[in-house]
């Protein structure tokens, strides 16, 4: 069993769309994070949940929405695609707040053209 | 505000030779401290993890890391090398009660046989 799943692996959009990436964990983990990998592999975090509730918003631009319906899933939600948005988002999860161990899962790389 | 750096950003190694990855961060606060590897095309993995106590730690893989608070380093280390250590490694830290993992910008470890 995957302990964190995200679908779709690849998506490939025109600019202008709208898209949605899901992540699921089965960890039974509280805490669920939202993290984009850029071109030269650098890593930083969008945003992280506790139990449904936005804790951490990192200056995303507002096009960008995190959505929890349970704390088992973290979905993410992005209005009018541009080219910069193209990168490997990965969604992760821990136990409780503080990321004393995250696991990732595979990423999703989305490609905007 | 913490950054982490990793000096180098490719290490080139032959096989079953010793191996030194160099992290070193900058925080006002304590911080937990972390390495993941990312193979091609995969999601993080843990390598090891630093919450406090013994200053030398062992994680999967035959990898083992060092805290030095006062050079304020964890340097990665491995005494032989395998052609499957070939991947993407990562430095980070989480401050004490965030929710987030702040990354350096990654080692690209390739093995040569």
């Known amino acids: 069993d995957t302990a964190v799943s995200q679908t779709p692996k690849y998506l490939v959009t025109q600019m202008g769309n709208d898209k949605s990436i899901k992540c699921e964990q089965n960890?039974?983990?509280?805490?669920m994070y939202w993290y984009k990998q850029d071109s030269k592999k650098f890593l930083k975090i969008m945003f992280s949940?506790?139990?449904?509730?936005?804790?951490i918003n990192e200056t995303v631009p507002n096009r960008f929405s995190p959505k929890s319906p349970d704390k088992a899933h973290l979905n993410l939600h992005i209005n009018s695609l541009e080219l910069g948005d193209s990168a490997v988002y990965f969604c992760?999860?821990?136990?409780?707040?503080?990321?004393?161990?995250?696991?990732f899962g595979q990423g999703t790389r989305l490609t905007v053209v | 505000a913490q950054s982490v750096t990793q000096l180098d950003s490719q290490v080139p190694v032959f096989e079953e030779a010793p191996v030194e990855l160099r992290c070193n961060y900058s925080?006002?606060?304590?911080?937990?401290l972390f390495w993941y590897v990312q193979y091609p095309n995969q999601g993080l993995q843990l390598l090891l993890k630093y919450l406090s106590g013994s200053t030398l730690v062992k994680g999967i893989n035959g990898f083992e890391a060092e805290f030095n608070k006062s050079q304020t380093s964890f340097h990665l280390r491995k005494p032989s090398v395998h052609i499957s250590d070939t991947a993407e490694y990562f430095c980070a830290v989480s401050p004490h009660n965030t929710d987030k993992l702040i990354f350096g910008t990654g080692t690209r470890l390739q093995v040569f046989p």
């Open positions: 960890l039974g983990h509280d805490t």
């Open positions: 992760a999860s821990s136990q409780r707040q503080g990321a004393t161990e995250a696991f």
């Open positions: 925080s006002s606060v304590s911080v937990y």
């Open positions: 949940y506790n139990n449904k509730e936005l804790i």
